[in-house]
């Protein structure tokens, strides 16, 4: 399942917000990948502004790693912003449903 937000501010306020929420949560910021930036230094046309920001909490991510390191190929987790029909939207695939990809029930809570 997508979770999707929809807000009036722009794509680098949202970031900056984000951030921030990341931070005060006892999460971190791992990487921003700039997919404009990106895909133009690649030679390809792309004009609208996405982010996609890879986040964790390092202590839940060994919790899930020690009950199943195939997990790993999940993670970190990824919250995108980008702009669509004029609006900043922030996304990201719900937990749960990415845990229950690899039939580890225990894991529930953790998501």
Do not use: W
């Not at 006892?26 to 390809?44: C, D, R, S």
């Not at 390092?58 to 004029?86: F, H, W």
């Amino acid at each position: 399942m997508l979770i999707k937000l929809s807000t009036d501010i722009t794509v680098i306020d949202a970031a900056a917000a984000l951030q921030a929420a990341v931070q005060a949560n006892h999460f971190g910021v791992m990487q921003v990948h700039n997919l404009k930036e990106t895909m133009t230094k690649k030679g390809v046309e792309f004009d609208r502004e996405c982010l996609i920001f890879e986040v964790c909490q390092p202590q839940q991510a060994k919790k899930v790693l020690d009950e199943n390191m195939s997990v790993s190929t999940a993670l970190p987790c990824r919250i995108s912003i980008y702009e669509e029909g004029g609006k900043t939207i922030l996304a990201t695939l719900k937990p749960t449903t990415l845990l229950a990809m690899f039939n580890t029930p225990q894991l529930k809570d953790v998501a």
